[in-house]
Protein backbone atom coordinates (compact mmCIF):
# COMPACT_ATOMS: atom_id res chain seq x y z
CA UNK A 1 0.00 0.00 0.00
CA UNK A 2 1.53 3.59 -0.93
CA UNK A 3 2.91 5.60 1.76
CA UNK A 4 1.37 8.78 0.46
CA UNK A 5 -2.18 7.62 1.99
CA UNK A 6 -2.90 8.93 5.28
CA UNK A 7 -6.13 7.02 6.93
CA UNK A 8 -7.35 8.44 9.98
CA UNK A 9 -10.46 6.74 12.38
CA UNK A 10 -13.20 8.98 13.72
CA UNK A 11 -15.49 6.68 16.19
CA UNK A 12 -11.92 3.89 16.63
CA UNK A 13 -13.35 2.56 20.17
CA UNK A 14 -16.34 0.88 18.77
CA UNK A 15 -16.99 -2.16 17.29
CA UNK A 16 -16.59 -1.19 13.35
CA UNK A 17 -13.56 0.96 14.15
CA UNK A 18 -11.54 -1.50 16.39
CA UNK A 19 -12.43 -4.14 13.31
CA UNK A 20 -10.82 -1.29 10.93
CA UNK A 21 -7.37 -1.15 13.41
CA UNK A 22 -7.20 -5.07 12.89
CA UNK A 23 -7.26 -4.41 9.26
CA UNK A 24 -5.07 -1.74 8.38
CA UNK A 25 -2.57 -1.68 11.00
CA UNK A 26 -0.26 -3.90 9.74
CA UNK A 27 -0.19 -1.93 6.18
CA UNK A 28 -0.86 1.38 7.17
CA UNK A 29 1.27 4.36 9.20
CA UNK A 30 -1.05 6.81 10.39
CA UNK A 31 -0.13 10.35 10.09
CA UNK A 32 -2.64 13.03 11.88
CA UNK A 33 -0.65 15.81 10.54
CA UNK A 34 -1.73 14.94 7.06
CA UNK A 35 -4.66 13.15 5.98
CA UNK A 36 -6.02 11.80 2.70
CA UNK A 37 -8.85 9.53 3.75
CA UNK A 38 -11.28 9.11 6.96
CA UNK A 39 -13.36 6.11 7.77
CA UNK A 40 -15.82 7.78 9.37
CA UNK A 41 -17.85 4.94 12.40
CA UNK A 42 -19.31 7.10 14.36
CA UNK A 43 -22.97 6.45 16.17
CA UNK A 44 -26.01 6.84 13.46
CA UNK A 45 -27.25 10.30 13.31
CA UNK A 46 -23.85 12.45 14.38
CA UNK A 47 -21.88 12.13 11.25
CA UNK A 48 -23.94 14.07 8.81
CA UNK A 49 -22.70 17.64 10.28
CA UNK A 50 -18.88 15.92 11.82
CA UNK A 51 -18.92 15.30 7.54
CA UNK A 52 -20.24 18.23 6.40
CA UNK A 53 -17.60 20.09 8.38
CA UNK A 54 -14.38 17.77 6.98
CA UNK A 55 -11.86 19.47 4.41
CA UNK A 56 -13.16 18.58 0.45
CA UNK A 57 -10.37 17.11 -0.48
CA UNK A 58 -10.75 14.47 2.16
CA UNK A 59 -12.07 10.82 0.62
CA UNK A 60 -14.37 9.81 3.05
CA UNK A 61 -16.23 6.65 3.93
CA UNK A 62 -19.07 6.44 6.09
CA UNK A 63 -19.94 3.05 8.20
CA UNK A 64 -23.13 4.26 9.92
CA UNK A 65 -26.57 4.54 8.02
CA UNK A 66 -26.10 8.46 7.73
CA UNK A 67 -25.74 8.63 3.91
CA UNK A 68 -27.30 5.18 2.60
CA UNK A 69 -30.63 5.76 1.77
CA UNK A 70 -30.65 8.42 -1.16
CA UNK A 71 -34.39 9.76 -0.62
CA UNK A 72 -34.04 12.14 2.50
CA UNK A 73 -37.77 12.00 3.71
CA UNK A 74 -37.34 8.08 3.44
CA UNK A 75 -34.25 8.66 5.83
CA UNK A 76 -36.15 11.38 7.73
CA UNK A 77 -39.23 8.64 8.04
CA UNK A 78 -36.93 5.30 9.43
CA UNK A 79 -34.54 7.56 11.81
CA UNK A 80 -36.96 9.81 13.27
CA UNK A 81 -34.93 13.59 12.35
CA UNK A 82 -34.43 15.72 9.08
CA UNK A 83 -31.06 14.26 6.89
CA UNK A 84 -28.76 17.41 8.55
CA UNK A 85 -26.64 16.99 5.34
CA UNK A 86 -28.75 16.90 1.96
CA UNK A 87 -26.49 18.55 -0.40
CA UNK A 88 -23.77 15.86 0.50
CA UNK A 89 -26.38 13.35 0.52
CA UNK A 90 -26.73 13.54 -3.71
CA UNK A 91 -22.71 13.55 -3.58
CA UNK A 92 -22.78 9.95 -1.23
CA UNK A 93 -22.06 6.87 -3.47
CA UNK A 94 -23.66 3.62 -1.71
CA UNK A 95 -20.57 1.67 -1.29
CA UNK A 96 -21.87 -2.19 -2.46
CA UNK A 97 -18.40 -2.81 -3.94
CA UNK A 98 -19.20 -5.84 -6.17
CA UNK A 99 -22.29 -4.13 -8.05
CA UNK A 100 -21.15 -0.39 -7.72
CA UNK A 101 -17.51 -0.59 -8.43
CA UNK A 102 -17.34 2.02 -11.49
CA UNK A 103 -19.43 4.74 -9.14
CA UNK A 104 -17.06 4.01 -6.25
CA UNK A 105 -13.63 4.49 -8.55
CA UNK A 106 -14.77 8.26 -8.58
CA UNK A 107 -16.46 9.14 -5.48
CA UNK A 108 -15.30 11.09 -2.80
CA UNK A 109 -17.72 10.05 -0.41
CA UNK A 110 -19.33 6.60 0.11
CA UNK A 111 -22.24 4.82 2.05
CA UNK A 112 -20.86 1.91 3.40
CA UNK A 113 -23.64 -0.57 3.38
CA UNK A 114 -25.47 -2.11 6.53
CA UNK A 115 -24.48 -5.93 7.28
CA UNK A 116 -28.11 -7.12 6.45
CA UNK A 117 -28.26 -5.35 3.50
CA UNK A 118 -24.97 -6.84 2.50
CA UNK A 119 -25.42 -10.41 2.70
CA UNK A 120 -29.15 -9.42 1.32
CA UNK A 121 -28.97 -7.58 -1.95
CA UNK A 122 -25.34 -10.00 -3.00
CA UNK A 123 -27.50 -12.94 -4.26
CA UNK A 124 -30.40 -11.18 -4.82
CA UNK A 125 -29.80 -8.18 -7.11
CA UNK A 126 -28.41 -10.40 -9.83
CA UNK A 127 -31.73 -12.89 -9.70
CA UNK A 128 -33.70 -9.41 -9.90
CA UNK A 129 -31.86 -8.08 -12.94
CA UNK A 130 -32.13 -10.88 -15.03
CA UNK A 131 -36.07 -11.43 -14.22
CA UNK A 132 -35.42 -14.59 -12.72
CA UNK A 133 -37.81 -14.14 -9.54
CA UNK A 134 -40.93 -12.01 -8.69
CA UNK A 135 -40.38 -9.01 -6.95
CA UNK A 136 -43.52 -9.45 -4.87
CA UNK A 137 -43.68 -11.77 -1.68
CA UNK A 138 -39.70 -11.51 -1.14
CA UNK A 139 -39.34 -12.86 2.84
CA UNK A 140 -35.95 -12.23 4.52
CA UNK A 141 -35.11 -13.94 7.88
CA UNK A 142 -32.03 -12.86 8.97
CA UNK A 143 -29.57 -13.93 12.24
CA UNK A 144 -26.67 -11.90 13.22
CA UNK A 145 -24.41 -11.88 16.44
CA UNK A 146 -24.59 -9.71 19.29
CA UNK A 147 -21.45 -7.44 17.72
CA UNK A 148 -24.22 -6.06 15.10
CA UNK A 149 -25.57 -3.99 17.61
CA UNK A 150 -22.92 -2.12 18.15
CA UNK A 151 -20.63 -1.86 21.65
CA UNK A 152 -22.82 0.67 23.76
CA UNK A 153 -24.12 -0.63 27.39
CA UNK A 154 -27.48 -2.09 26.90
CA UNK A 155 -29.39 -4.10 28.90
CA UNK A 156 -30.32 -6.63 25.85
CA UNK A 157 -26.67 -7.01 25.12
CA UNK A 158 -25.73 -8.36 28.41
CA UNK A 159 -24.38 -12.03 28.37
CA UNK A 160 -27.28 -13.18 30.60
CA UNK A 161 -30.11 -11.63 28.21
CA UNK A 162 -27.89 -12.78 25.20
CA UNK A 163 -26.74 -15.98 26.11
CA UNK A 164 -28.36 -19.23 25.41
CA UNK A 165 -31.25 -17.90 23.67
CA UNK A 166 -32.77 -16.34 20.02
CA UNK A 167 -35.27 -13.29 19.70
CA UNK A 168 -36.84 -11.60 17.26
CA UNK A 169 -36.64 -7.55 17.30
CA UNK A 170 -37.56 -4.75 15.38
CA UNK A 171 -40.60 -6.69 13.41
CA UNK A 172 -41.90 -4.70 10.87
CA UNK A 173 -39.50 -1.81 11.47
CA UNK A 174 -35.30 -2.67 11.30
CA UNK A 175 -34.04 0.49 9.75
CA UNK A 176 -32.17 -1.85 7.17
CA UNK A 177 -35.52 -2.78 5.23
CA UNK A 178 -35.90 0.08 3.23
CA UNK A 179 -32.08 0.04 2.28
CA UNK A 180 -32.49 -3.39 1.20
CA UNK A 181 -35.76 -2.07 -0.33
CA UNK A 182 -33.88 0.79 -2.10
CA UNK A 183 -31.15 -1.83 -3.96
CA UNK A 184 -33.62 -4.27 -5.13
CA UNK A 185 -35.77 -1.40 -6.05
CA UNK A 186 -33.24 0.21 -8.52
CA UNK A 187 -32.49 -3.77 -9.78
CA UNK A 188 -36.40 -4.16 -10.42
CA UNK A 189 -36.69 -0.23 -12.25
CA UNK A 190 -39.80 -0.69 -9.57
CA UNK A 191 -40.94 -0.37 -6.20
CA UNK A 192 -39.91 -3.47 -4.33
CA UNK A 193 -41.65 -4.39 -0.62
CA UNK A 194 -40.12 -7.05 1.04
CA UNK A 195 -40.59 -9.00 4.44
CA UNK A 196 -37.45 -8.65 6.67
CA UNK A 197 -36.93 -10.13 10.48
CA UNK A 198 -33.75 -9.78 12.17
CA UNK A 199 -33.00 -12.26 15.07
CA UNK A 200 -30.14 -11.85 17.76
CA UNK A 201 -27.75 -14.90 18.39
CA UNK A 202 -25.85 -15.76 20.85
CA UNK A 203 -22.54 -15.24 19.08
CA UNK A 204 -19.62 -12.71 18.58
CA UNK A 205 -19.90 -11.94 15.01
CA UNK A 206 -22.00 -13.66 11.48
CA UNK A 207 -24.89 -13.04 9.30
CA UNK A 208 -26.68 -15.75 7.98
CA UNK A 209 -29.86 -14.75 6.05
CA UNK A 210 -32.70 -17.01 4.66
CA UNK A 211 -34.60 -15.58 1.59
CA UNK A 212 -37.72 -16.79 0.27
CA UNK A 213 -38.39 -16.20 -3.63
CA UNK A 214 -40.72 -16.95 -6.34
CA UNK A 215 -39.64 -18.38 -9.36
CA UNK A 216 -40.28 -16.49 -12.74
CA UNK A 217 -42.12 -18.11 -14.96
CA UNK A 218 -39.86 -21.12 -16.50
CA UNK A 219 -37.62 -20.78 -14.14
CA UNK A 220 -35.40 -23.18 -12.10
CA UNK A 221 -33.01 -23.33 -9.26
CA UNK A 222 -30.34 -24.53 -12.00
CA UNK A 223 -30.73 -20.82 -13.61
CA UNK A 224 -30.47 -18.70 -10.44
CA UNK A 225 -27.31 -20.75 -9.27
CA UNK A 226 -25.82 -20.48 -12.83
CA UNK A 227 -26.82 -16.59 -12.47
CA UNK A 228 -24.75 -15.98 -9.48
CA UNK A 229 -22.17 -18.31 -10.79
CA UNK A 230 -21.75 -16.31 -13.58
CA UNK A 231 -22.13 -12.65 -12.02
CA UNK A 232 -19.58 -13.39 -9.20
CA UNK A 233 -17.21 -16.04 -11.51
CA UNK A 234 -14.10 -13.35 -10.74
CA UNK A 235 -14.97 -11.80 -7.68
CA UNK A 236 -12.61 -12.02 -4.77
CA UNK A 237 -15.18 -12.22 -2.01
CA UNK A 238 -18.79 -13.48 -3.28
CA UNK A 239 -18.91 -17.16 -3.64
CA UNK A 240 -21.64 -19.30 -4.92
CA UNK A 241 -21.22 -22.61 -2.46
CA UNK A 242 -20.92 -25.76 -4.38
CA UNK A 243 -24.55 -27.75 -5.12
CA UNK A 244 -25.59 -29.22 -2.04
CA UNK A 245 -23.03 -27.80 0.30
CA UNK A 246 -25.39 -25.26 3.01
CA UNK A 247 -23.46 -22.11 4.02
CA UNK A 248 -22.43 -21.34 7.68
CA UNK A 249 -21.50 -18.18 9.43
CA UNK A 250 -18.07 -20.33 10.32
CA UNK A 251 -16.99 -20.27 6.44
CA UNK A 252 -16.47 -16.64 6.59
CA UNK A 253 -15.52 -15.88 10.34
CA UNK A 254 -13.36 -13.07 10.11
CA UNK A 255 -12.81 -12.94 6.27
CA UNK A 256 -14.24 -10.67 3.94
CA UNK A 257 -16.31 -13.28 2.03
CA UNK A 258 -19.47 -13.41 1.21
CA UNK A 259 -20.73 -16.95 1.00
CA UNK A 260 -24.32 -18.05 -0.26
CA UNK A 261 -25.89 -21.34 -1.73
CA UNK A 262 -29.44 -21.73 -3.43
CA UNK A 263 -32.07 -24.33 -2.90
CA UNK A 264 -35.37 -25.88 -3.98
CA UNK A 265 -38.22 -25.38 -2.14
CA UNK A 266 -40.69 -28.00 -1.24
CA UNK A 267 -43.10 -25.70 -2.20
CA UNK A 268 -43.17 -25.58 -6.16
CA UNK A 269 -42.27 -22.66 -7.68
CA UNK A 270 -40.50 -21.63 -4.79
CA UNK A 271 -36.42 -21.20 -4.09
CA UNK A 272 -34.41 -20.67 -0.99
CA UNK A 273 -31.51 -18.57 -1.23
CA UNK A 274 -28.68 -18.72 1.98
CA UNK A 275 -26.13 -16.12 2.49
CA UNK A 276 -23.37 -15.60 4.90
CA UNK A 277 -20.90 -13.19 6.13
CA UNK A 278 -18.97 -11.73 8.84
CA UNK A 279 -21.55 -8.29 9.98
CA UNK A 280 -17.80 -6.85 11.46
CA UNK A 281 -15.90 -7.66 7.72
CA UNK A 282 -17.69 -7.78 4.49
CA UNK A 283 -20.80 -6.50 6.38
CA UNK A 284 -18.90 -3.15 7.58
CA UNK A 285 -14.89 -2.77 8.25
CA UNK A 286 -14.06 -5.17 5.82
CA UNK A 287 -16.17 -3.96 2.77
CA UNK A 288 -14.96 -0.08 3.34
CA UNK A 289 -11.24 -1.27 2.98
CA UNK A 290 -12.36 -2.67 0.44
CA UNK A 291 -14.17 0.40 -1.07
CA UNK A 292 -10.84 2.00 -0.27
CA UNK A 293 -8.65 -0.13 -2.25
CA UNK A 294 -11.18 0.93 -5.44
CA UNK A 295 -11.23 4.72 -4.71
CA UNK A 296 -7.23 4.85 -4.44
CA UNK A 297 -6.43 2.12 -7.31
CA UNK A 298 -4.95 -0.39 -5.00
CA UNK A 299 -5.30 -3.98 -5.68
CA UNK A 300 -8.87 -4.81 -4.27
CA UNK A 301 -7.56 -7.32 -1.96
CA UNK A 302 -5.06 -5.19 -0.16
CA UNK A 303 -5.20 -5.91 3.60
CA UNK A 304 -8.15 -8.31 3.15
CA UNK A 305 -6.33 -11.53 1.64
CA UNK A 306 -7.92 -14.59 3.08
CA UNK A 307 -8.06 -18.24 1.79
CA UNK A 308 -11.54 -18.87 0.23
CA UNK A 309 -13.00 -22.19 1.15
CA UNK A 310 -14.72 -22.38 -2.31
CA UNK A 311 -11.77 -21.43 -4.77
Not at 85 to 104: C, F, H, M, N, S
Not at 202 to 222: C, E, H, Q, W
Not at 253 to 260: A, D, I, Q
Request: one cysteine or more; glycine letters at 8%; hydrophobic letters at 45%.
Amino acid sequence: MSSKQRIAILGASGYTGAELIRILVPMVAVDYKNIDIVFCCLPHGTTQETIAKLPAHLKIIDLSADFRLADVGVYAEWYGHTHLAPDLQKEAVYGLTELQRGKIKKARLIANPGCYPTSAQLPLVPLIKARLVETDNIIIDSKSGVTGAGRAARQAMLFAEANDGINAYSIGAHRHAPEIEQGLSLAAGDAVTVSFTPHLMPMNRGILSTMYVTLAKGKTVDDLAHCLAKTYADEPFVKLAPKGIMPSTHMVRGTNLCVFGVFKDRIAGRAIIVSVIDNLVKGASGQAVQNMNVMCGYPETTALESTALFP
